[in-house]
């Protein structure tokens, strides 16, 4: 038997198509993406050389995501013939692998092809050309063995690192640059394409969060440079600055940037992380890692997990924490997730195609909530779906990612449909556009690594000082629940939120706990930004050492972007005096806020 595995997101050309990595913990593999917003994307292609002519059988591994209407439906074609199989609506929503039927190859390279038919999300994971008729292993070991089976290149190792850096958000790119700049041969792993997390343009979250604060406003040294200033309206930036954020990152000599790049199993020595192993998602290429110290800034905390780092999950209790904002009993329901969406007016009418398949959206109130209402109306867009359009509060956003979003999806598609082509307005709406949908999630909570200070609500609003604060929160304690009217409607489905600060929330709270907080600026203190389980691993983002209630204010993105910058500054400390991160705190805490406070002393005055 002979068989060729092709990743869809190694294809040559991706055409209209992207490449969906928010999965790979769950799948085993990024995939690609045909987000068109209903209307068809161009075709992605790749070349590939079989090693016999003759009959070959065609496998796709795919998924039909909204089972059993198939909106994502897409056809291969081989050498510009289009198979007659149609993939994408034939499941049952799992992955799985489905018969393409028989293909006949001569001896020159075949052109592979993915066409999309209806722009609505349809997604192929890989293609298997096989001489046999036998199906490629459905899931599991198995397939992960066929994957590592058809890995083209062995590995190779890049030089020893002092800081490497998992994570290319604001609070990894603070670290990563803020030590390169301080003399560490440093590595930036980021899993996507382009830089930024959420604020970059495939995400679109508006950075927010003061600076500037005692004790150490050379926090933001690096993140004023990452902020453009763009303004945002419902928490959605309309434009982006990815050229300035990619441009501040290659001009450090000493950062290695590795951008599509999966970071998959790391290496430990009495309970140190030695090295990480990471995979490019394009070329397939595996490379090892070793450093003497790693930071933790994915947000979903998934190198921590991998090292076997202590973290939590969900709300803790109130007996557990005292706290007044959580709830009488732990559960576990997190912040929940956004796509941002917007639309804008054209010259002349605009149709959009009926989504029977999306949440059955029948009249403005299914939608439509308490303040902050929508639309935001921006300029010359008639609708912006900003950040209360919000799911997924009791499902884990590091492992059902593409649930979620794909929940959110069908909201957004099935109120579109409504106000395009059924509602009494539709009329008001006929050049209205759907212009944009981020395709990637927009989380804000998951793990949370434990350190050896867990932040609480009692640090924060009673302003309880700390020897090591070192990094100044200010925004408020933004908890998010699901909006009571839109769980009415749609029970266990709700995809719209409400906070603290709507207008109404008394008249609307039922059972929620809590009221609307302020915090004033407030140094978090830096055995937060540690593992208290993994001697050398920092972290930074939304995966800190926090209870629930407690990341609410803490986790904006200029505030982990100066965590960020803390965590490369000590990185260089711990370095330069042969230490951990707890041993900087406990034998060296001077010397680290001396660095804060004046990034630029000479080493010879610690």
């Known amino acids: 038997m002979t068989s060729i595995l092709i990743e869809a997101e190694s294809f040559t050309e991706l055409g209209g198509w992207v490449i969906d990595p928010q999965s790979i913990a769950s799948i085993g593999s990024a995939y690609l993406l045909a987000h068109g917003l209903g209307k068809p994307v161009s075709d992605a292609w790749t070349s590939v050389q079989l090693p016999h002519p003759g009959l070959w059988r065609l496998w796709v591994r795919t998924r ?80 992960h063995a066929l994957r590592q089976h058809h890995q083209t290149t062995p590995p190779d190792s890049l030089e020893p690192f002092d800081l490497v850096v998992a994570g290319g ?32 343009s495939d995400v679109r979250v508006g950075p927010i969060g003061q600076v500037d604060h005692p004790p150490f406003p050379r926090n933001a040294d690096v993140v004023r440079q990452l902020d453009s200033g763009i303004p945002s ?79 939590r999950s969900g709300r803790e209790s109130r007996s557990d924490t005292g706290e007044s904002l959580a709830p009488i009993t732990a559960d576990r329901q997190v912040l929940g997730n956004t796509n941002y969406w917007r639309c804008i007016n054209e010259p002349e009418p605009v149709g959009f195609p009926a989504c029977p398949w999306a949440l059955p959206i029948h009249s403005d109130a299914d939608f439509e909530v308490s303040l902050p209402k929508w639309p ?17 509060f009791f499902q884990d956003a590091a492992t059902e990612a593409e649930a979620i979003r794909d929940h959110n999806l069908r909201a957004i598609f099935g109120t579109w449909d409504w106000l395009k082509n059924r509602s009494p307005r539709r009329h008001e709406l006929a050049n209205a556009r759907l212009e944009w949908i981020g395709h990637i999630l927009g989380k804000r ?97 939304r995966n800190i050492s926090v209870t629930h209630v407690a990341l609410a204010p803490v986790r904006t993105q200029m505030t982990t972007g100066m965590m960020g910058t803390v965590v490369g500054r000590a990185a260089w400390l711990c370095q330069f005096l042969g230490v951990e991160p707890r041993g900087l705190y406990t034998d060296h805490l001077a010397r680290l806020l001396q660095v804060l406070a004046d990034p630029e002393c000479e080493p010879a005055s610690l």
């Open 376 to 392: 935001v109306k921006i300029q010359d867009m008639p609708f912006v779906g900003g950040w209360n359009w919000e799911s997924g």
């Open 64 to 143: 039909d995501w909204t089972p059993p209407h198939g909106p994502g439906l897409f056809r291969v074609s081989v050498n510009g013939v289009a198979q007659s199989h149609i993939f994408g609506g034939n499941g049952n929503g799992t992955w799985a692998w489905h018969d393409g039927g028989s293909i006949v190859s001569g001896s020159e390279p075949c052109i592979i092809a993915l066409q999309d038919l209806t722009g609505f999300d349809g997604r192929c994971d890989c293609l298997v050309l096989s001489d046999t008729t036998d199906p490629p292993p459905a899931d599991g070991p198995a397939l």
């Open 233 to 311: 309206s419902g928490g959605v930036r309309q434009s982006h600055n990815d050229e300035q954020i990619l441009a501040l990152v290659r001009a450090e000599p000493l950062l290695t940037c590795l951008p599509e790049t999966h970071l998959h199993a790391v290496d430990l020595h009495h309970e140190r992380i030695t090295s990480v192993h990471v995979r490019n998602l394009r070329t397939g290429h595996t490379s090892r890692l070793t450093g003497t110290f790693f930071a933790d800034c994915t947000g979903d905390a998934h190198l921590g997990l991998l090292a076997g780092a202590e973290w």
């Open 169 to 200: 958000g604001f609070a990894g790119i603070c670290a990563a640059v803020t030590a390169a700049r301080h003399g560490l041969r440093t590595a930036l792993i980021h899993d996507r394409p382009i830089l930024g997390g959420m604020a970059s």
């Open 445 to 541: 909570e998951s793990r949370r690594l434990m350190g050896d200070h867990i932040l609480t609500q009692h640090d924060l609003e009673q302003g309880r000082s700390y020897p090591d604060g070192c990094v100044t929160a200010t925004w408020y304690f933004d908890l998010h629940f699901p909006h009571p009217e839109n769980a009415a409607r749609f029970p266990g489905q709700e995809f719209r939120s409400m906070a603290y600060d709507d207008p109404h929330f008394e008249q609307l709270r039922g059972a929620i706990p809590g009221k609307y907080t302020p915090i004033k600026p407030y140094a978090i203190p830096f055995r937060c930004l540690y593992s208290r389980t993994v001697p050398n691993l920092f972290m930074a983002g």
